[in-house]
């Protein structure tokens, strides 16, 4: 007999890869085997809840088609998952959360949801490699008007 351990098996998932990833730092993704294992680590007074590794393979999964669960709580990739990073690939269905409502776990996981915040979430934005051109070389435009730069360009244009 399953015990209701009060909250929602897409959270249960985020719980069980965001805490993977703190204890992992090495790693940047885990086998669904893995996330269910630290599930259940967790939580061992109780059995496996139905649906757990379909949320891990669909259902919390960003870019696949909704099926009907709309969270981008994870990112595919192959057959591995992590946490979902903003910038990540999102089917255009997808809308629902991200993390969990703090309110909604217990006290004892709400710390991963400010480490997701402040760590993991933010790292992302600092990696993307296009954002960390921004104002690369911008010495080379200084001084200069770029309506005449351009004027100067077309001289000669018919």
Same mark, same amino acid.
């Given at each position: 007999?399953a015990?209701?351990? $009060? +909250?929602?098996?897409?959270?249960?998932?985020?719980?069980?890869t965001? /805490?993977?990833? *703190?204890?992992?730092?090495?790693? %940047?993704? +885990?086998?669904?085997?893995?996330?269910?294992?630290?599930?259940?680590?967790?939580? @061992?007074?109780?059995?496996?809840?139905?649906?757990?590794?379909?949320?891990?393979?669909?259902?919390?999964?960003? %870019?696949?088609? @909704?099926?009907?669960?709309?969270?981008?709580?994870?990112?595919?990739?192959? =057959? =591995?998952?992590? /946490? +979902?990073?903003?910038?990540?690939?999102?089917?255009?269905? *997808?809308?629902? =959360?991200?993390?969990?409502?703090?309110?909604?776990? @217990?006290?004892?996981?709400?710390? /991963?949801?400010?480490?997701?915040?402040?760590?993991?979430? *933010?790292?992302?934005?600092?990696?993307?490699? +296009?954002?960390?051109?921004? $104002?690369?070389?911008?010495?080379?435009w200084? $001084?200069?008007?770029?309506?005449?730069?351009?004027?100067?360009? *077309?001289? $000669?244009?018919?």
């Amino acid at each position: 007999m399953a015990i209701d351990i $009060g +909250f929602r098996v897409a959270d249960e998932v985020w719980i069980a890869t965001a /805490l993977l990833h *703190r204890e992992n730092p090495d790693k %940047s993704e +885990f086998t669904i085997d893995e996330i269910v294992d630290c599930a259940r680590r967790e939580q @061992p007074e109780v059995a496996p809840r139905p649906g757990l590794k379909t949320h891990i393979q669909a259902h919390c999964v960003a %870019s696949k088609p @909704p099926q009907p669960a709309t969270y981008r709580m994870l990112t595919a990739v192959g =057959k =591995k998952r992590r /946490l +979902f990073k903003p910038g990540d690939p999102v089917h255009p269905q *997808r809308a629902g =959360k991200i993390v969990p409502d703090r309110d909604e776990i @217990p006290e004892r996981y709400r710390d /991963l949801l400010d480490w997701y915040e402040q760590e993991y979430a *933010r790292a992302a934005e600092e990696e993307d490699p +296009f954002l960390a051109m921004e $104002g690369l070389h911008k010495e080379i435009w200084e $001084g200069i008007d770029p309506d005449e730069y351009i004027r100067e360009l *077309r001289e $000669g244009w018919e």
